[in-house]
């Protein structure tokens, strides 16, 4: 899998996440943040990712929460590490 498509499907879940209202506000805006951050094709895409992780990073790190969003941040991240 090439890493366009592998983009596409990882901003496809943070629309989902961002479109969540069992998950607080500022997760769903942060997880609209990191697929803006992914989104800027001037920036190298390890650039864009790293950018992405650290935002999810800090909100899987937030007492908040609920568990089903962390655990989508973790496998978000999981993926993210993987494009290059």
């Known amino acids: 899998m090439d890493a366009d ?3 596409r499907q990882i901003m ?6 961002a479109e969540d209202t069992s998950v607080p506000r500022n997760i ?3 997880a ?6 992914l989104q800027q094709k ?10 992405a992780i650290m935002i ?12 089903h969003g962390r ?7 999981s993926q993210l590490e993987t494009v290059k």
């Open 42 to 51: 001037q920036e190298a895409l390890d650039i864009r990712s790293a950018s």
């Open 28 to 30: 769903r805006r942060g």
């Open 5 to 7: 498509t592998k983009l």
């Open 32 to 37: 609209t943040e990191a697929k803006t951050r």
């Open 71 to 77: 655990t989508l941040i973790w496998n978000i991240i």
């Open 56 to 67: 999810l990073d800090e909100l899987a790190n937030d007492p908040n929460i609920p568990l």
């Open 12 to 17: 496809d879940v943070l629309d989902q996440l």
